[in-house]
């Protein structure tokens, strides 16, 4: 019996099964061979008319055809993680939090006019790539950087940007110590042998600058030698060094330095096959970040709508151009906005000040105002 992907959470290792190739030989006497050849030859000029006169439609009915599966199922399916705090997580009461959750409720919105038709499949290591491409799902949704090592597997393609982090550094207040570019000679607690050790050896080594490692194998190690002193620093990617700050005791005590360095972007993945499905997505995450650059909120879109000015006009023009090319709701950018926010809102909520992590937006801005999100001009 073939395994379900959906049996349980941890999936089932499977194996693609490809119908076996058969050669069909000619016919040995000539007569019924030219007849062969003539009827191959018509059948191939007929199938490279219909692709001419016909290209454009099946391109077109490809394009969609991930969000025709979704709509004929009702809901969209997410890999995600599980245990990420601030990302994806699940409660103790079974519900779902995080930035990549509210990215698959803002699809279910604008494709199915419902946040909540999805569903969240938790996945580990080279699986989630995996159930993506064997097209077990709609979108992997979970903390994964854009990579030519991920663009390069062919069957999968980088949706677009939806977070970014970096390496930085935490510190005690005490030590005076308001830049990165003043540890010369300062002795650093971090993971062993993890890309933080590596980032952070060329960031010191770039500027000529002294340094000692303290490495430990685990994080227990790690934090028990920050808490004892034995270093000057902690260094681990940005998110996670907030995180351990907000949980010290006397977390007013610490802070992290401005220098974010080593920077990746993170997003959502889908299946290369259907270009129509990605520019989808990557347009949702658009919407997010062009309503946060305008100022539209949830508390003022209805206020939007009723206005007449250009900003109005240009927002709401672009998203009905959206919703004829993609095949979106009706007002989908209305109710994406007015059920999960703009892309501060749905920041703040899962990593920001709202929540236990309390990460600064840094590079998480859109351009115009300092950071590093983009979306195409509103022109």
Request: glycine content about 8%; hydrophobic content about 40%.
């Amino acid at each position: 019996m073939k395994a379900s992907y959906f049996a349980r959470p941890v999936w089932v290792n499977t194996k693609l099964h490809f119908d076996d190739q058969r050669q069909v030989s000619g016919d040995t006497q000539p007569r019924r061979a030219l007849s062969c050849f003539r009827a191959s030859t018509l059948c191939w000029l007929a199938v490279y008319l219909v692709s001419c006169l016909c290209g454009p439609t099946i391109a077109r009915s490809e394009e969609r055809g991930i969000l025709a599966s979704i709509r004929d199922r009702g809901h969209v399916i997410c890999v995600t993680a599980n245990d990420e705090v601030g990302f994806s997580e699940i409660s103790f009461d079974g519900q779902w939090s995080g930035l990549y959750i509210d990215l698959c409720k803002a699809i279910g919105v604008a494709v199915l006019d419902d946040p909540e038709a999805t569903k969240f499949v938790p996945l580990v290591g080279t699986q989630r790539f995996r159930a993506l491409a064997d097209g077990k799902i709609d979108v992997l949704a979970r903390n994964t950087a854009w990579t030519t090592s991920g663009d390069l597997q062919g069957d999968v393609r980088f949706a677009g940007p939806l977070f970014y982090d970096g390496k930085g550094f935490l510190i005690r207040k005490s030590g005076g110590i308001l830049s990165a570019l003043e540890l010369s000679g300062a002795d650093i607690c971090l993971i062993e042998g993890g890309l933080t050790e590596t980032s952070v050896s060329r960031y010191f080594s770039r500027r000529g600058m002294q340094f000692n490692l303290k490495k430990s194998e685990t994080w227990t190690g790690v934090l028990e030698n920050y808490n004892k002193e034995s270093c000057l620093v902690l260094a681990a990617d940005s998110v996670q060094l907030s995180f351990l700050r907000n949980s010290l005791p006397n977390k007013n005590a610490h802070s992290l330095l401005p220098e974010i360095f080593d920077v990746d972007a993170f997003g959502p993945y889908v299946r290369a096959n259907d270009e129509g499905w990605r520019q989808a997505v990557a347009w949702i995450i658009h919407a997010l970040v062009i309503a946060d650059e305008q100022g539209v909120t949830r508390e003022n879109i209805e206020k939007l709508k009723a206005s007449t000015d250009n900003r109005r006009s240009s927002i709401l023009a672009i998203a009905e151009a959206a919703r004829n090319r993609f095949g979106f709701v009706e007002n989908w950018f209305s109710k994406l906005i007015s059920t999960i926010g703009n892309y501060g809102e749905v920041f703040d909520r899962n990593l920001g000040g709202e929540s236990r992590i309390g990460l600064s937006r840094g590079p998480n801005r859109p351009v115009s105002k300092g950071g590093l999100l983009r979306a195409p001009a509103l022109r």
